[in-house]
């Protein structure tokens, strides 16, 4: 028996070291204390002991109990103990790891370019104003000279509101001379920046919507002199002191005479071809248009209250997206508007 209780306290001293689950030790608990436990057996054949050796074989059965039920204890306290490490790392936060950076964005490359612009046109004494999108007929074109009639009032060419032509999106930001005119009386230095909007199909240069910078300039005296230094010298600000720029004469209702202003193209450098093709940044024209100018029609500083026979200035209006292809050498207007990323992240 003495034999029969030592093997069973090695067996379960044994099978208590090799649990490792509170489950696996709550199993061993009950088969080995329990009443159907082999420790229980034993102690059931105590009576056919004889009564010498019973209280001897007690003894080392509560010895036995007793050892195994504190093997049972450290287990419980070691497997806990490892359970408890075991959540602790796997739930964990490492406060040191770098989190996920939040990329911070920047400017469209065509606010940088406009930014640039009027910073420059700040610094020459131009107030910067904004104007309607929404705009009347006859702001639009009635009094810039634009008479019913003209092509460019045609609906196959504009954006109309309603059934008498009375109201539509501008097609040009050049209503805002008008605008300006009648709340400021000369010497006025005017820069509006804006979005206008024009039937058109989108190609490399073209766009329904696209931007137009207006300026205008009224005082006693104001020459063509004035406006082709004042052009030239803004150009080589933004597009460097080497740039090619040239004037060609042009029709505009509210200018006269009036003017157009090409850039020669920077992507073929003013040839017109692109690896024996074509260029197709500028049509193979060798030149890109940038604005078109003049000097204040008379009719239009009277159209404002202005006295022509006092006054005189000039007006000219540039195509922002013109500007920034130029600018920041793009070759297609439509990848200003397409919100690519990989475009818009090399700016
Ligand atoms: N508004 C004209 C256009 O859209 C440009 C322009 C502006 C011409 C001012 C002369 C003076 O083409």
Redesign the pocket.
Known sequence: MKQQLEAIKLRALQALDAAETPAALDELRVKLLGKKGELTAVLKMMGKLSPEERPVMGQLANAVRADIEAKLEERKTAINAAVLEAKLAAESIDVTIPGDAVELGHQHPMNMVLQEIKEIFVGLGYQVVDGPEVELASYNFTRLNIEEGHPSRDRSDTFYFTDDDAVLLR????PM?IRYMEEHKPPLCMLAPGR?FRKDEADATHSPMFH?I?GLVVDEHITMGDLKGALVAIMKKIYGEDSQMRFRPHH?P??EP?CEMDMQCHKCHGTGEQGGKVCSTCHGEGWIEL????MVHPDVLANCGIDPEKYSGF???MGLERMAMGRLKINDLRLIFDNDMRFLNQF
């Open positions: 097609t040009q930001t050049s001379q206008v137009q207006e505009f509210f200018t009036s604005l078109g100018a003049g007006a000219f209006g």
